[in-house]
Nanobody, 115 residues
Framework: QIQLVESGGGLVQPGGSLRLSCAAS????????MSWYRQAPGKERELVAH???????QFADSVKGRFAISRDNDKSTVYLEMNSLTIEDTAAYYC?????????WGKGTLVTVSS
C-alpha cells in the first residue's frame, strides 16, 4: 500500500534553514505528482509546494522565493528545502500524493521556528 514517511523537522531559529524529506513506497513514484502541506496550530492544512511527475513546481505565495521542492525518482523521495524561515512557518509538515479524489498522507514532521 502507499506509504509516505516524512523526516527532517526540528527546531530552528528565525532566518535558518531545514530540508524535509518524504520517502515514498507502494507505488510507482516517478509517474505521480507529490505535494507538501502544512498545518499550524489552530489553522487549516494548506498547500505549501507541489511538483508534477515531469518536475514542474508551484508554491504558496507565502513561501515563494524561500522554499524549493524537488524529487529524486531513483530514491522515491521528495524534498522540501526551506530557507529564511520565520515564526509563521511553524507547523506540522505533511507529504501528500493523490489518486483522483483520494488523498494519501504521511504522519507529518514538526517544524518549530523559534529564537
Amino acid at each position: 500500500q502507499i506509504q509516505l514517511v516524512e523526516s527532517g523537522g526540528g527546531l530552528v531559529q528565525p532566518g535558518g534553514s531545514l530540508r524535509l524529506s518524504c520517502a515514498a513506497s507502494g507505488f510507482t513514484f516517478s509517474i505521480y505528482a507529490m505535494s507538501w502541506y502544512r498545518q499550524a496550530p489552530g489553522k487549516e492544512r494548506e498547500l505549501v509546494a507541489h511538483i508534477t511527475a515531469l518536475g514542474a513546481v508551484q508554491f504558496a505565495d507565502s513561501v515563494k522565493g524561500r522554499f524549493a521542492i524537488s524529487r529524486d525518482n531513483d530514491k522515491s523521495t521528495v524534498y522540501l528545502e526551506m530557507n529564511s524561515l520565520t515564526i509563521e512557518d511553524t507547523a506540522a509538515y505533511y507529504c501528500n500524493t493523490k489518486r483522483g479524489p483520494v488523498n494519501f498522507w504521511g504522519k507529518g514532521t514538526l517544524v518549530t521556528v523559534s529564537s
